[in-house]
């Protein structure tokens, strides 16, 4: 049984660097989240996709941040020019398309831990 | 805006103690709550999904209750085990204006059950 799986675990870089993360949802799932979280907190939503269509948009998602799911299978979020406060768990999550106001649960991947030196 | 808080953040209790973590949200217009854990540098697993037209749902020694008007869920946990130290989160799905909504998460509650 495969679930969500995100590469790289662990990213180092320096300030002023593009990163790049990719997530693998489980193969049935047309629904691909993604939340952003840092010590101690919540995670925070970013985006969604169904399918190739990215829904939805949070707020903190700023112009230096960019997420794509081509073919409706695996996605990418970069992250261009990082920043100190960039530094956070990145995670993906993936469920089934609802019916109405009934949610299929989302699914998470362990996440990619960024670190912006 | 939804806020989701959880009291408390942090929780020790001795093995085989029954326990209940609590979760409150602003906005009563949710579609579903969803109870997540999650272990120290991993991802959430999911626990429990209870949707807004349910009062409850159970999973082995788990049991989640949903009370819109109140605006509050409890996890109770029953016959704890070392092995369920852990974060436990609980995350509200609004949605609003057409959007098909997201998951607000509250900051969760850090469970130590010692032996």
């Known amino acids: 049984d495969t679930g969500v799986s995100q590469d790289p675990r662990h990213k180092i870089t320096k300030r002023g660097q593009n990163v790049t993360f990719r997530c693998d949802p489980i193969s049935e799932h047309n629904r691909l989240y993604w939340y952003r979280q840092t010590l101690g907190q919540g995670p925070e939503f970013l985006t969604y996709?169904?399918?190739?269509?990215?829904?939805?948009k949070s707020r903190l998602l700023s112009d230096r941040f960019s997420a794509e799911r081509p073919k409706g299978s695996f996605s990418t979020l970069e992250i261009q020019r990082t920043e100190q406060g960039d530094s956070a768990m990145y995670l993906c999550?993936?469920?089934?398309?609802?019916?109405?106001?009934?949610?299929?649960?989302?699914?998470f991947g362990d996440g990619t831990r960024l670190s912006i030196l | 805006k939804q806020e989701v808080t959880q009291i408390p953040a942090a929780l020790s209790v001795p093995e085989g103690e029954n326990l209940v973590l609590n979760c409150s949200f602003t906005?009563?217009?949710?579609?579903?709550l969803q109870w997540f854990r999650q272990d120290p540098g991993k991802g959430l697993t999911s626990l429990l999904l209870?949707?807004?037209?349910?009062r409850e749902q159970t999973s082995g020694r788990l049991n989640a209750s949903l009370d819109k008007s109140s605006g509050r869920s409890t996890l109770y946990i029953a016959a704890s085990q070392p092995g369920d130290s852990a974060t436990y989160l609980c995350a509200a799905w609004t949605g609003h204006g057409g959007s098909q909504g997201n998951l607000i998460f509250g900051k969760g509650t850090k469970l130590s059950v010692k032996p």
């Open positions: 209870i949707q807004s037209s349910q």
């Open positions: 999550a993936s469920s089934l398309a609802g019916l109405g106001r009934v949610n299929q649960p989302q699914h």
């Open positions: 906005d009563s217009a949710i579609y579903n």
């Open positions: 996709f169904q399918n190739e269509a990215q829904l939805e």
